[in-house]
């Protein structure tokens, strides 16, 4: 969650490695306009737009929502530190919590519609795409 704080705009959608149908969405950068993947995933210039258009309407809403969230987190630290009647912190952490989990579900969805974008090979071949990434990821530079 830190890392969305520090990545407000791509960042804080692409950083989720969610459930395994959704992972090959969080490379952390928009493959959708990537020229190797377009080529790779067989990605039509329509479904490129697609992605982005849906990413773009989304985003905004997303930010707001990280703001409120961060807010509301701020007060729930201000509340503990001030030694706060508990039913006052359960209150805050309630408000907090389903905060978070608005924002979950909104990026899950986010993904989802992306998804929906594309073939079932397509979606195959971007699983591959980011198996290969993240097995990438784990060898030293250099190799």
Known sequence: MRLLCRAPGL???????????VRAQSFGFPWWRDAQFQRELGLTSDQSKRIDDIFQSTIPVLRQKKEDLDTQEAELSRLIAANADE???IRQVDKVEALRSNLNKMRTLL???IRQVLSPDQRTRLN??????????GKPRGN
Not at 128 to 137: A, I, Q
């Open 11 to 21: 960042g804080l959608v692409l950083l989720l490695a969610l459930a395994a149908p």
């Open 111 to 113: 993904l989802l519609h």
């Open 87 to 89: 039913q006052a912190v």
């Open 128 to 137: 591959r795409l980011y198996e290969e990434r993240v097995k990438d990821r």
